[in-house]
Structure formats: C-alpha cells, structure tokens
C-alpha cells in the first residue's frame, strides 16, 4: 500500500508539471545553499527516492558532480523529459540559464553537489587539456569555465607534491583517512566523509597521501 501511495504521487507530479510556476534555485525545496561568494553558490542537493524537484531555474552555468549512481529524468521547461543516467562521481557542466527539473526514479536517494559559475571566464585556460597533476591523478573534463581533476588513492598511495593556482570545490565521492602535506605548513591529518564537499579559495601547494584502509577517490573543480 505504501508503494502504490508513493507511485500515484509520482504520478501525480507528472500530471501537474505544467501548472507549476518555475522558482528560483534557491527556493526550490531540494536545493541546500551551502557556500555563497562573488565566484560560486554551491548548492548540497538531495533528492528522495520517487520524488522530483520543483521546477528551477538556473541563471548561470553550473557544473555537478554525482555522489553515487543514479536513474533520473530530465526535463528542461517546454520540452519531453529525457533519460539521466550517472554514475558515483560523474561530473557534467550545463550553459546556463536552464529552467528545468529531475525525477528520481530510484530506491535510493540522488545526491549531488551543483555549483553556479557566477563570474564570466577569466581567461585561466584553454580547452586544450593541461597534463595530469602528479601519480593517481587525470584530468576528466575541461572547458573556459572549469577544470575537472579526478584523484583514486589506495592505501598507501600518495600524489606527490602539486599546486592548486585557482578557487576550487574539493568534493568527497569516497571517504577514508590521508595525510596533507602543505608546502609551508606542515603535515596535517584528515578523515574524508563520502558526500562532503569544501571550498577553498586560497592557494594550495601539496601532496596527499593514503593512510587509512579504504580507496579514497576525491574530485577537484578549479574555476577559471
């Protein structure tokens, strides 16, 4: 009875999708406003399994990254959904402004991080991709606007030592324990949460290192 309650209402969003008036990103009831600058809005965004988020409207570009897999439908105002189908730490880029929403039709809840580009390029970059930062790392996806840089560490594998020279969000696609060696700054130890994200804004010169006993697989979106 609870899983024909929760298709009819699945259904039922369906059916009222047109008569919905789009709101902004920021009110819309899925999207958690996390970080807020002159550069990004980062947006913590969990969708419930068989529920949809309202119509949205995104004024800028926007990029996200995927914490695990997912089967959704997209629909962009005005138009048929379409299928979305990711996988655990997929990143895609959108050119903005998009009015759109996603049905979740999974068991499980989709988690991503969606982060609004809010400043025009800077000129940091071509889409000519720069070679990998150090050992375990590759550069996944490049345009004007971001540099997308994947890091899989297994235990005792580490990156040597490399810069970060632009505003970035570090994203936790899976979780364990390293240790950070910040040029200058000595040696500090973290634990990683799997769907954690943090903005760093500063530059960073540094070599992470595994020292727990699980694969830690980190995603690093420069901003140009």
Known sequence: MKYLAGLFSFFLI?????????????REPFHHLSVENSVVKIFDVKVPPWKATLFHIH??????AAFGDSTLKSQVLGQKEEDLILKRGE???????????VRNLGGKPFHNVTIELLRPPTGGGSNTPEPPLGPHQ????????IR?????????????????KRPDVVIVIRGGTLLDRME????????LRAGSFVW?????????SNT????????????K
């Open 59 to 64: 004024p800028e570009d926007y990029v996200f």
């Open 91 to 101: 990143v895609r880029f959108k050119a903005g402004p998009v009015t759109h929403r």
């Open 148 to 164: 997308v840089t994947r890091t899989i560490l297994r235990p005792g594998e580490s990156t040597g030592q490399h810069s970060h």
């Open 14 to 26: 369906g059916f009222s999708a047109h008569a919905q008036t789009p709101v902004p990103v920021t």
């Open 138 to 145: 590759e550069i996944t996806l490049e345009n004007d606007r």
């Open 200 to 208: 760093r804004e500063r530059t960073v010169t540094h070599s992470i």
């Open 212 to 223: 727990g006993r699980r694969v830690i697989e980190l995603i690093d979106i420069e901003i």
């Open 184 to 191: 200058g700054q000595g040696m500090e130890g973290r634990s």
